[in-house]
């Protein structure tokens, strides 16, 4: 049986024997929207009135987007948002995008063209935010769970504050979009620390949002930072609109989470033995940072033992060198452990903590562009070739054995 499965820009085609009866794993198919401008201009126009209403006198506006990691359609979302701000008669030059990388390297301007289209780069002003830049992050205060609210300045002081992104799983958030954009995108990397220290809650999994702490800390700090508005997309695998949702950044959430779990969870009726897992192809792969996350999905139904090939570019590397700096010395999973309990939490490192988590449970091959021996040093086996891959993990395989294959793995969330 053929399948296909992306790897960065390309998709690799290979065959797994019929009589193993392989399963694909993958999103529901969803239907795009025929017109994506229109989706998201009816989307607008149903809270046109309330967003006109509310914020009339607004003088300044700030959108945070999400960095090149995140697939977000912007090139739909983005004008017909600008125009209407202007229609507000705020002034072109009193709107701000800004990206919203969390604690990643703040984005180089000469890189904001592989996320905007080139006529909002032309019309308004874009900046990165800087996690790091203590002087450009504004105090909140606290939330109930002790995270401390750290925000980018330029987004707090302004009379509208937007968030723009996709509603999707996210392997212990529940779900990305709604408030995270701005409360995880803009923070402070002490911020960031706090909350993400959360993912080891039973209840942090994919696809959790009511009773899930880092998220319901995210819905807090989100109405502390006094985020007005959110342009939300939900994407299908072919990252393509499905359907777009506008207003309360709360009630986005609330009615974009049903449509998110219904073409991204998928049930399967028992453990797998080998899964073969993608990221999703560029950009979900464009760093093990980002695709550890299909790891981690993939490792929800595996067996005890099993393999998890991992189908990841990774032509960045890492994406984060605290990650890799941490990994010096360090030379088993039981080490990665003791250590990420003596030092506590930090982001960056808590990679190694999760990717551990997993590959110590099952055995994880890797097809990456890292070049070996520093793949090794992260506690992870190269492979060559998908068919290297194959040969080693097929030889596992036992009679009767259950294969499946993930080609969208950061996004797939798959429950027993």
Not at 248 to 255: A, K, T
Request: aromatic share 6%; net charge neutral.
């Amino acid at each position: 049986m053929e399948f296909h499965i992306p790897y960065g820009h390309d998709r690799l085609t290979f065959s797994l024997p019929d009589e193993l009866h392989p399963e694909l794993i993958a999103p529901a198919q969803a239907t795009p929207a025929p017109d994506p401008v229109r989706a998201v201009n009816e989307a607008l126009a149903a809270t046109e009135g309330k967003l006109l209403a509310n914020f009339a006198g607004a003088r300044s506006a700030v959108v945070a987007v999400n960095d090149k990691t995140r697939p977000v359609p912007h090139k739909y979302l983005l004008p017909p948002l600008l125009a209407r701000l202007e229609a507000m008669d705020i002034p072109r030059d009193a709107i701000t995008i800004v990206v919203a990388v969390g604690t990643h390297h703040p984005m180089p301007s000469g890189e904001f063209d592989a996320i905007l289209p080139e006529d909002v780069l032309q019309r308004y002003r874009v900046v990165s935010h800087d996690p790091d830049d203590r002087e450009n992050l504004v105090f909140l205060g606290q939330t109930q769970r002790g995270t401390p609210v750290w925000i980018n300045r330029r987004f707090a002081q302004a009379d509208l504050r937007i968030v723009v992104g996709n509603i999707e799983p996210h392997q212990f958030q529940g779900f990305s979009g709604g408030f995270k954009t701005a409360a995880i995108g803009l923070a402070g990397k002490e911020t960031v620390n706090h909350n993400h220290a959360m993912m080891t809650d039973p209840k942090a999994v994919p696809c959790r949002f009511e009773d899930n702490p880092p998220r319901q800390d995210i819905e807090e700090m989100g109405r502390m930072v006094g985020v007005h508005f959110a342009l939300n997309a939900i994407v299908n695998e072919s990252k393509q609109i499905v359907t777009v949702l506008a207003g309360d950044p709360g009630q986005v959430m609330s009615r974009g989470i049903p449509l998110a779990r219904k073409i991204y969870q998928v049930q399967v009726p028992a453990p797998f033995d080998l899964i073969l897992a993608s990221p999703g192809g560029h950009p979900k792969d464009i760093n093990l940072y980002q695709a550890q996350k299909a790891l981690a999905h993939a490792s929800l139904v595996m067996k005890a033992g099993g393999t998890v090939v991992l189908v990841a570019a990774c032509p960045e590397g890492t994406g984060s060198a605290s990650y890799e700096r941490w990994m010096e010395g360090v030379t088993s999973y039981e080490a990665v452990f003791e250590k990420f309990k003596r030092e506590g939490f930090r982001v960056g490192p808590h990679k190694a903590y999760q990717i551990a988590r997993d590959a110590s449970r099952v055995r994880v091959l890797i097809l990456a562009q890292m070049p070996d021996e520093f793949t090794r040093r992260l506690l992870l086996n190269p492979v060559a070739s998908l068919d290297e891959a194959l040969l080693i993990a097929l030889h596992n395989v036992p009679p009767g054995g259950r294969v499946g294959v993930m080609p969208a793995g950061n996004s797939t969330i798959p429950t027993l």
